[in-house]
């Protein structure tokens, strides 16, 4: 045990700064950092350099900025479906130009001296119901919106699958449907060409007058307009007005994602979304349950994740079984995230954070952090100390020990130890949940330490939630206890 403890406190001990990693030596950094922000590149108010400024006037090492890939509506009924769509579109980091966008924040994190990391918003797909001519028409799922972090190559980000990209779709039986307007500016081009001329008679004279291809003209032009308007002559790889596709374009785009290098997160889960222009509803259904059902990297918790994610057995816990039981490739991570759009003076970046603990202090340190689970998530009150996680292990008798997001295996009891510092001395709830069951429980004020002994039968997880008045909260990332094998191996 006592070598537990001890690793405990290398690994998160002490204050904010630098701490070991178990068995390796290797040092890690914990950074504070903010998630999911929008800038006045997209549809945000404040720019990416007042951002980082003001984030690190209030003691945060980094910015995820994720403004919106591209926010751009087409509807047009089938058959012509998503190849000939009327659409209008609103500031995106497409709009903006991709390359401009990844400019800005690395000329923002150059002066400010903190991480900016680009990232973006996807709307992976939305789908189209009802008609125009009985004002039914309703387009559903336009806000099911997923993070993409650690993508910083602009030609590949352009080529995204998502809603409304036609960039990053494919090639399919919609885009014969170019062919009719390139036949026809063919014939337009050869008729305007060659010369047609109409012969008329005046007594003996005949006279020969050249006919004004007025008509072949307007062809031409039309259809140049639609060949334009539709390069490169892409659809969307799922129809938004065909069937549905079920969850293919979301597990479709974090598969793409992954074999890039960067992560995914599913943003607000818990959020509904609903409004109405030009008698078109929009409307998007909470969907919590697609943390589960698809294989996203992480997840925002806080503050749209508390109600059907968090709790003890709730959907969360879904996932994570799934994962120990080798039916899901990842296991969703949490973390908090911001979602602001406002002026700087009026964002407050202390209140929803994500701490990772980051092999170093860069880009990659953090996307490789996020990937693994190496952090926590915190939600605390205006004008408060935040809780902080100072320890959090899982050690066996072989002396193997695991933190967030690792997994250690071996046989005998688990040692779990935690602690917690930090929030404004009021009494908070802490909870350990092993395979979605609550096992233990203290009610105390931090800080608290505590090291929970515990011989599970078969392989599990543990996880922490800390709650407060609201909303002082902190969530841990599991820790996965594997049984059998060589001690300390890891999966």
């Not at 926010?71 to 980091?93: H, K, T």
């Not at 080529?159 to 337009?188: D, K, Q, T």
């Not at 992480?298 to 816990?317: I, R, S």
Request: glycine share 12%; proline share 6%.
């Amino acid at each position: 045990m006592p070598a537990v403890l001890g690793l405990a406190a290398l690994l998160f001990g002490g204050g904010r700064g630098v701490a070991s990693e178990a068995g390796s030596g290797r040092a890690y950094s914990e950074l504070v950092a903010v998630v999911h922000l929008h800038t006045s590149l997209g549809d945000g108010q404040a720019t990416p350099l007042e951002m980082a400024r003001s984030a690190r006037g209030q003691g945060v090492d980094a910015l995820v900025i994720t403004d919106h890939l591209i926010e751009r509506v087409a509807y047009a009924p089938w058959p012509i479906g998503n190849a000939l769509g009327v659409s209008v579109s609103l500031p995106s980091v497409v709009s903006t130009g991709i390359a401009r966008y990844f400019a800005a924040l690395a000329r923002a994190e150059s002066d400010a001296g903190i991480l900016v990391l680009p990232g973006l918003e996807v709307s992976p797909y939305a789908r189209w119901t009802g008609s125009l001519l009985d004002k039914s028409l309703e387009l559903q799922g336009w806000h099911r919106h997923v993070l993409v972090i650690g993508i910083e190559d602009p030609e590949v980000v352009a080529r995204l699958p998502a809603f409304g990209n036609r960039a990053g779709g494919c090639y399919g039986v919609w885009s014969m449907l170019f062919l009719l307007p390139a036949v026809a500016l063919l014939w337009s081009g050869t008729r305007v060409a060659r010369p047609v001329y109409r012969e008329s008679r005046l007594g003996r004279f005949r006279l020969r007058r050249r006919r004004v291809p007025w008509a072949e003209g307007c062809v031409g032009v039309a259809s140049l307009a639609l060949l334009v308007a539709g390069f490169p002559f892409k659809v969307e790889r799922f129809s938004p007005v065909g069937g549905d596709p079920g969850d293919a374009p979301f597990l479709g785009l974090e598969e793409r994602v992954r074999a890039l290098g960067g992560v995914t997160s599913w943003a607000h889960p818990e959020a509904a979304a609903e409004r109405a222009a030009f008698g078109v509803r929009m409307a998007t259904a909470p969907y919590p349950e697609l943390v589960p059902r698809t294989d996203a990297d992480a997840f925002g918790a806080f503050p749209e994740g508390v109600k059907t994610l968090l709790p003890a057995g709730g959907l969360w816990d879904t996932a994570l079984r799934e994962h120990l039981a080798g039916r899901r490739r990842t296991s969703p991570f949490a973390l908090a995230e911001l979602d602001e759009h406002s002026a700087v003076r009026d964002i407050d970046f202390r209140i929803l954070q994500t701490v990772f603990l980051a092999r170093e202090r860069s880009h990659a340190g953090v996307v490789e952090a996020l990937r693994t689970g190496r952090m926590y998530a915190r939600w605390t009150p205006e004008a408060k100390a935040p809780l902080r996680l100072v320890a959090w292990s899982a050690g066996l008798p072989s002396g193997a020990a695991a933190i967030a997001g690792e997994s250690v295996r071996g046989d005998g009891t688990v040692a779990i130890h935690l602690s917690v510092a930090g929030g404004d001395g009021s009494t908070v709830t802490a909870r350990l949940v092993r395979t979605g069951e609550v096992i233990w429980t203290t009610r105390a004020a931090p800080p608290f330490d505590a090291t929970v002994n515990d011989d599970p039968a078969g392989a599990t997880y543990y996880r922490l939630d800390v709650e407060g008045a609201y909303p002082y909260r902190l969530i841990s990332n599991p820790i996965f206890v594997l049984r059998g094998g060589a001690a300390g191996d890891g999966a």
